[in-house]
Nanobody, 129 residues
Framework: EVPLVESGGGLVQAGGSLRLSCAAS????????IGWFRQAPGKEREGVSC???????????FYVGSVKDRFTISRDNANNTVYLQMNSLKPEDTAVYYC???????????????????WGQGTQVTVSS
């Protein structure tokens, strides 16, 4: 497992934006794919977006349909951070958001919890109507 810390969550009105950060340390960040998941109360954790390790041209990043064209994932390898820019937020985006890491995973396809072995503690995102 590798240490991950999410930040950037908060309360925002519908239509607003937030940028989540997933900071990593103590490992070769470039070699790891990073995924963002979310879990709303009473629901299962779902994959939101995933970006492959650096240097892999596999058609990633991947986005789940409900966030496509609203969310953008990006990685800053110099600062060992992955971002999730969330625009046009909706009340149904309310959830705890988690980032996860996995060595050498390809992110050009739908992904699952079991694809990742390291997880952050989560950050709450609340979108009011």
């Amino acid at each position: 497992e590798v240490p991950l810390v999410e930040s950037g969550g908060g309360l925002v009105q519908a239509g607003g934006s937030l940028r989540l950060s997933c900071a990593a340390s103590g490992f070769t960040f470039d070699d790891y794919a990073i995924g963002w998941f979310r879990q709303a109360p009473g629901k299962e954790r779902e994959g939101v977006s995933c970006i492959s390790s650096s240097g892999i041209n596999d058609g990633s990043p991947f986005y789940v349909g409900s966030v496509k064209d609203r969310f953008t994932i990006s990685r800053d390898n110099a600062n060992n951070t992955v971002y999730l820019q969330m625009n046009s937020l909706k009340p149904e985006d309310t959830a705890v958001y988690y980032c996860a890491a996995e060595y050498d995973l390809l992110c050009h396809r739908p992904f699952a919890i079991n694809d990742f072995s390291s997880w952050g503690q989560g950050t709450q995102v609340t979108v009011s109507s």
